[in-house]
């Protein structure tokens, strides 16, 4: 442990937090809605100050005013967390709609999610919090700057409040659970404010948008939830008025929608945040604005350009993203399953920050509808098998720490902590690096080539560093 305490030191690692007990509140805290990014006036350090509940030291949490509850059709994958989201809008305002996307929103919007996890696995009533998230559009942005602002919260275990997250290095740790009687640690990210721009950069909000709203209150499932948002305040019009039967996209387990709805919708939802409109730093598009194409329609994202596309990328087993008839060959869901250790930056997963376990439903969703594509029976197609090892868990309070929590400085373009125990330099042994999960890590990529260690390490904890052509292996803690 002592070899992460050095790395921080080095880093200058800070948590933001105030001492102070929790307040009732009855709406959101300036601090939190006129927030601009500047470390001149941090948020609130703990969130029982922010207004987001009227008291916060209960499970039976209220909240404050002006904060509205919404859901989507098609949620973003996030480790199987269970999440919820609100909307709070400054007095007096409301947010104009579109038909689909781009909705404009006044200074001062702030928008909220919840994450929670089972603890124990399959078991709702040990679900915890484990982060809040605001996402703010502050006040005067020019046109090139980018309005929203990331806020991020890591709750105790306890539940009895939650600490500001370092705005500029995050959060990396377990959340320790159990599976089947065996005590396990997830791993999680709590995004620095870098993060919370990659990923909404180029569309801005990536859930309020009309294809997720359009679907039955949670008050009356009677009513639509973009004509309830409307009767609340929240919304100038009803973007789909006069239209019941308006496009929308549906969730995984909708089995009334069709395969090619939902997985298209999944692709939208998970993807076209960067695959998508606007300057995208990806190529394609996976925006899922136009039910009326077909799936081979061109000329760009699923309308096209990923249906048969060669990649040149995942060797002679992938020879195209998406390829018709041949899930196990399809270079997209190859990228979905694999999945990389804390503290090494994503080279082939994706989506490549904040997530730690593939999506099996997805996964399962997607298989179908790509053996669908060709004429080859359900039972002839799988999924491609790229990972070594199904577990995607560390042990739990180990080198993450468990109630002692233990955090990490965000990882730089492919730089990695690895260790070296004992038990990996036995007689004739191959010198090798371990992964954070104690597995064989021998290869480490460079540029287009690979590198091993030119003779035995000793024990230790090492930070790894890889440059084209190079690799830098420095001892960090004996």
């Known amino acids: 442990m002592g070899g992460y305490g050095l790395m921080m030191g080095f880093r200058g690692l800070a948590l933001l937090a105030v001492a102070s007990a929790p307040v009732a509140s009855s709406g959101l805290s300036p601090a939190i809605r006129d927030f601009d990014g500047s470390a001149i006036s941090p948020p609130p350090g703990k969130l029982s100050r922010t207004g987001l509940y009227q008291s916060i030291g209960t499970e039976a949490r209220v909240l404050g005013d002006g904060i509205v509850p919404f859901r989507i059709n098609s949620p973003l994958w996030s480790d199987g967390a269970i999440k919820e989201r609100f909307i709070s809008l400054p007095p007096g305002t409301k947010a104009v709609p579109t038909d689909t996307d781009d909705y404009a929103f ?16 399959g078991d709702s009533s040990s679900r915890i919090l484990v982060e809040t998230r605001f996402l703010v559009r502050h006040a005067g942005a020019s046109a090139e700057d980018f309005p929203w602002h990331g806020i991020t919260y890591r ?45 909404h950069r180029n569309r801005g909000i990536l859930g309020f948008i009309t294809p997720q709203l359009n679907r039955p ?48 919708s999944y692709f939208a939802a998970n993807c076209s945040y960067c695959h998508g409109v606007g300057e995208s730093p990806a190529d394609h598009k996976f925006d899922y604005f136009h039910p009326d194409r077909s799936i081979d329609q061109g000329p760009e994202g699923l309308n096209g350009a990923y249906i048969g596309k060669t990649t040149h990328q995942g060797g002679d087993a992938f020879p195209q993203f998406i390829f018709k008839g041949y899930p196990e060959s399809s270079y997209v869901l190859k990228r979905m399953i694999v999945r990389q250790d804390f503290g090494f930056t994503p080279t082939e997963q994706m989506p490549t920050l904040a997530t730690f376990l593939p999506d099996s439903a997805g996964l399962g969703l997607l298989k179908d509808w790509i053996c669908g594509l060709g004429s080859r029976p359900a ?25 002692a929590r233990s955090r990490f400085p965000r990882p730089m373009f492919r ?62 803690k004996d």
């Open 379 to 403: 039972s002839a197609c799988r999924l491609p098998e790229v990972q070594d090892d199904a577990s995607y868990w560390d042990p739990p309070a180990a080198l993450h720490g468990g109630a």
């Open 415 to 476: 730089e990695g902590i690895l260790r070296v125990s004992p038990g990996a330099l036995g007689p004739g042994a191959v010198p090798g690096l371990l992964d954070l999960r104690g597995r064989p890590y021998a290869l480490i990529r460079s540029g287009q080539g690979e590198f091993r260690p030119a003779a035995p390490l000793r024990p230790g904890v090492y930070l790894v560093v890889t440059g084209t052509g190079t690799v830098a292996i420095n001892l960090l």
């Open 106 to 121: 006044p200074e001062g919007t702030v928008f909220i999610k919840n994450f929670r996890i089972d603890t124990v696995q």
């Open 217 to 264: 209150s949670g008050g009356d499932a009677a009513v639509n939830q973009l004509q309830d948002l409307k009767d609340r305040g929240v919304l100038a019009s009803n973007p789909i008025a006069g239209r019941p039967g308006a496009f929308r996209w549906a969730g995984l387990g909708e089995t009334g929608a069709s395969l090619e709805l939902r997985a298209r």
């Open 155 to 199: 709750w105790a275990r306890d539940q009895s409040d939650a600490d500001l997250v370092s705005q500029e290095a995050g959060e990396n740790g377990v959340v320790n659970i159990r599976m089947g009687g065996a005590l396990r640690g997830q791993r999680w990210t709590w995004p620095n404010k870098d993060q919370c721009v990659t990923c």
